[in-house]
Nanobody
Framework: QVDLVESGGGSVQPGGSLTLSCAAN????????MAWSRQAPGKQRELVASINVGGKLTYADSVKGRFTISRDGAANTIYLRMDSLRPEDTATYYC?????????WGQGTQVTVFS
């Protein structure tokens, strides 16, 4: 049983910052890839950032330079540091982990950026 639990969401004004955490109940290096995605109301889920087992980082163009994905192997946790937040970043953020062809998802955490 693989569990991913997100935390750290909340409400913030434009320009503010939040850090999301995703804790796994096992060794995160067993995942080929871990990622943060988001889904806004009425929109499709989109990939925001990912980190593979080798440490390669990828970002959506919309968040490059503002968001940073990182991991702490000792804590079995990945993070998403979000700076310079914009109203369009408002969404439910989901953590995921991939092992071979199987994907595991967390329950999501809400981020709201309001004026």
């Amino acid at each position: 049983q693989v569990d991913l639990v997100e935390s750290g969401g909340g409400s913030v004004q434009p320009g503010g910052s939040l850090t999301l955490s995703c804790a796994a109940n096992g060794n995160i290096f067993e995942f080929n890839n871990m990622a943060w995605s988001r889904q806004a109301p009425g929109k499709q889920r989109e990939l925001v950032a990912s980190i593979n087992v080798g440490g390669k980082l990828t970002y959506a163009d919309s968040v490059k330079g503002r968001f940073t994905i990182s991991r702490d192997g000792a804590a079995n946790t990945i993070y998403l540091r979000m700076d310079s937040l914009r109203p369009e970043d408002t969404a439910t953020y989901y953590c995921s982990g991939q092992i071979l062809s199987r994907f595991y998802w967390g329950q999501g955490t809400q981020v709201t950026v309001f004026s």
